[in-house]
């Protein structure tokens, strides 16, 4: 991985905003322009391969909340569970995902969160 200098587009802030990205600088950068980051294919794969592994981790770990009824322990309400019990029953796919991970390149990929 390589960390590469770059000039930030002009306007970038507006172009963002009008993507929906609104908080892209509140209280510390959330988005900035300054730089980007230089993959190996061997990375890239790497990086593949762990958000495919972690996925279907988590989704076993959905298969165990729902055999083991713990959704009241995950604060989940009983309507929003059945809604969730239908949908998985009916192998509807989620629309989105995204893994936020920490890369440590002597150590490796750390998952942060998954947003579904």
């Known amino acids: 991985m390589e960390r590469i200098f770059?000039?930030?587009?002009?306007r970038w802030k507006e172009t963002v905003e009008s993507q929906g990205?609104?908080?892209?600088?509140?209280?510390?950068p959330y988005w900035t322009e300054d730089?980007?980051?230089?993959?190996?294919p061997e990375e890239i794969?790497?990086?593949e391969k762990a958000g495919n592994e972690t996925h279907q981790l988590c989704l076993e770990a959905a298969q165990h909340?729902?055999?083991n009824d713990l959704f009241s322990k995950l604060s989940i309400p009983k309507n929003a569970a059945e809604v969730i019990v239908d949908s998985w029953e009916k192998d509807e796919w989620e629309l989105y995902?995204?893994?936020d991970f920490i890369y440590f390149p002597e150590r490796g990929l750390?998952?942060?969160e998954y947003n579904l």
Do not use: V
């Not at 770059?6 to 002009?10: A, D, L, N, V």
């Open 97 to 99: 995902g995204r893994f």
């Open 35 to 40: 730089a980007y980051y230089s993959f190996t």
């Open 45 to 47: 794969e790497m990086f």
């Open 21 to 28: 990205l609104t908080f892209h600088s509140r209280t510390s």
């Open 110 to 112: 750390k998952m942060i």
């Open 65 to 67: 909340i729902i055999d």
């Open 6 to 10: 770059s000039i930030p587009r002009s």
